[in-house]
């Protein structure tokens, strides 16, 4: 399936930004399971293209004068395998990595409990299960959490969007020393155009990472672009960075999603 997508992101600053440095995540990986046709990212100056850790591409973009806004489009077709079933694991990076906890994926107690019945026998269908039980304990609810807010919040709460679901599922898997990774991309919905990026979480099983996307329901990557991969948000995060002054920002962002064959 080739699908045309569209990414802007434009961040509106009250005052003079003195200087900043953004780090921008926004190109689909190469995989087996996606061809990248074209892709461009238009940013407002030369940026340094750059991998990180895990693989992802990023763009390290520093300003030394003086802004009052960032803006960000990110346009290109890519075609996906709507019939993947998993992604193999590339040995790049040891597996084993995706077992340790990060402050956004902590376990709470009240978590590994109502995870215990699904993990005592992990297999496909169990997490598939898992999956299942934890969207109607947490539905998809926009705007009560936010980039911060960690898995045991969000849980807690009983609400979050597909960020949180991603990370309380990571979380419990990780506590038992299941392999579980956070994926960010794009996806095609053939209802409406998902207007944020998106992102949902993957299993290490027998060598394969195996998808979630509890938000959806979806347990194939049938509708899904990949755009980085880590063990949380923040390292996948489409734009991250730092600045001096600038005050109070103001965020809008969009992604057009369209099959174009």
Not at 15 to 34: F, K
Not at 58 to 66: A, G, H, I, P, Q
Request: aromatic share 12%; proline share 4%; with cysteine.
């Amino acid at each position: 399936m080739k699908l045309s997508i569209d990414h802007q992101t434009n961040y509106y600053y009250k005052e003079l930004a003195q200087r900043s440095v953004q780090y921008i995540r926004m190109s689909p990986m190469p995989l087996a399971h996606q061809t990248i046709h074209s892709w461009s990212v238009m940013l407002p100056k030369l940026a340094t293209l750059q991998q990180d850790g895990f693989g992802n591409t990023w763009f390290t973009l520093s300003r030394n004068e003086k802004h009052d806004n960032l803006q960000i489009q990110a346009t290109g077709i890519v075609e996906i395998n709507t019939q993947t079933e998993s992604i193999p694991d590339s040995g790049d990076i040891p597996y084993l990595l995706f077992t340790v906890q990060t402050p956004l994926t902590q376990c709470s107690q009240v978590m590994r409990e109502f995870a215990a019945p699904y993990l005592e026998s992990v297999n496909i269908d169990s997490l598939r299960d898992f999956a299942k039980s934890l969207i109607n304990r947490m539905p998809y609810t926009k705007n009560a959490t936010h980039v911060g807010t960690t898995a045991k919040d969000s849980f807690d709460l009983g609400a979050g969007v597909c960020q949180d679901h991603s990370h309380v599922f990571i979380g419990c898997l990780r506590d038992q020393k299941i392999p579980a990774r956070y994926v960010s991309g794009y996806l095609y919905d053939v209802d409406q155009n998902h207007m944020s990026s998106h992102a949902w979480a993957e299993a290490y099983l027998d060598g394969n990472w195996y998808t979630f996307d509890i938000s959806n329901q979806l347990f194939q990557p049938s509708h899904h672009v990949y755009v980085a991969i880590g063990r949380d948000y923040l390292d996948t995060a489409p734009v991250r960075g730092v600045r001096i002054g600038g005050g109070y920002e103001s965020l809008y962002s969009q992604v057009m999603v369209h099959r174009i064959e």
